[in-house]
């Protein structure tokens, strides 16, 4: 759905070219807003480091994002929980994009029910690169999307695997 709504959380996202590939991404899929949480390296001016580091940080991610990081609407976060649950309250589904959760139900974005699911309004919360969505946020997690893998491989990258979610999410 071209006019859906969408906002990312970037939630404990280590790599700076991760972030700036999302971002580029993000901007070139029309997304909202873009929320930067936990860990996760942000670009000036959001970013709470020294200011050589916080310049180092912004240059890595301008490489990828190639200057989206400043045209996305962005916001930082320090509760991520009440962040989280302040979307609920605005009519935000918060949507998980995760693998092969063991006992979560999961929905496969290539299942033709999947998109009978979707809200109009999505908040797409986004894992660590290598452990993905914390357990602990499992609970603020209305549904979880699974991108299916034929290959040898467990999982995409976290900014194609963003990708390819958000060229589902527009294609509805």
């Known amino acids: 759905m071209q006019n859906r709504e969408i906002v990312i959380i970037l939630h404990n996202i280590r790599s700076t070219y991760n972030v700036g590939s999302i971002l580029r991404t993000a901007d070139g899929f029309g997304v909202n807003r873009v929320i930067y949480s936990g860990y996760t390296p942000t670009p000036l001016p959001y970013s709470k480091l020294l200011p050589h580091l916080a310049a180092k940080l912004t240059d890595q991610i301008h490489k990828t994002a190639l200057g989206a990081e400043q045209a996305l609407k962005s916001s930082i976060t320090d509760d991520i929980k ?47 690169e290598v452990l993905g969505i914390p357990k602990e946020l499992h609970s603020l997690v209305d549904l979880f999307l699974e991108i299916p893998m034929y290959g040898e491989k467990e999982s995409f990258n976290v900014s194609i695997a963003t990708a390819i979610l958000l060229f589902y999410l527009r294609c509805l």
């Not at 302040?86 to 092969?100: A, H, P, T, W």
């Not at 299942?111 to 309004?121: R, Y």
């Open 82 to 128: 009440r962040t989280l649950n302040d979307l609920k309250n605005s009519g935000f589904q918060i949507v998980g994009l995760e693998n092969n959760l063991s006992g979560k139900i999961t929905h496969l974005i290539n299942d033709p029910e999947t998109k009978t699911h979707l809200e109009d309004k999505v908040a797409i919360l986004l894992g660590e």
